[in-house]
Every structure is written in C-alpha cells, then in structure tokens.
C-alpha cells in the first residue's frame, strides 16, 4: 500500500490507508473491493467519498480531529467530481500501489 501525497484544501497533505484504517473504511462503507468497484464505476455514496479521504487522512499523518475539519471544510458542499477523483486515487494507490516506484530486489 503507497502513501499519496498532492494538495488538498488547505495545502500538501499525505494520504495512506493502513490495514487497520482499511478496517475501519469497511465498517463504515462495506467491502474494500465493494467501495472501489463502486467508486471506478462512478456509482458510489457520499460517504464513500468522505470516509476513504478523512480515513487517508489520518493514515497520512494528520490527526483525526483536523481530518474532520477538513472534510467539512473542502469536501462537504463541494461539487462531487472535486473529490471524486481524490478518492479514486487513495484507492487505486491502496489496491494497486504507486506504477512509478520501481520494485526492490529480493
């Protein structure tokens, strides 16, 4: 799973889900693979939007309360597609990892 970092809101922030913030998404939207399914097919919930980034959020190192604060202030009565396509990308990272890392040898 690779960390994605690009400029949201306020400024630069990383975006991670670990296996127990993956945990926790799936409490809250169901199957990892349902919600990324859901998503890349454009036939998501809010939720489904709001929950990978806040989770991301916290898995990138922002507290969770300021993660919060920051899904009420950018993504909450923003148009859709704005952050639409953020979450797409922390799940495409987390299912898929980074194309341009080059893998370590074993």
Do not use: W
């Amino acid at each position: 799973m690779t960390s994605y970092t690009t400029f949201f809101g306020d400024g630069e922030h990383a975006f991670h889900l670990t296996k127990p913030l993956i945990q926790e998404l799936e409490k809250q939207c169901g199957p990892i693979g349902a919600l990324s399914n859901r998503l890349f097919a454009r036939n998501f919930a809010q939720a489904d939007i709001n929950e990978t980034i806040r989770l991301a959020l916290i898995g990138g190192g922002t507290a969770p309360k300021r993660a919060y604060e920051l899904i009420v202030a950018y993504v909450d009565g923003r148009p859709l597609i704005e952050t639409y396509e953020l979450a797409t990308k922390i799940i495409e990272r987390t299912l898929f990892g980074n194309p341009n890392e080059k893998e370590t040898s074993k």
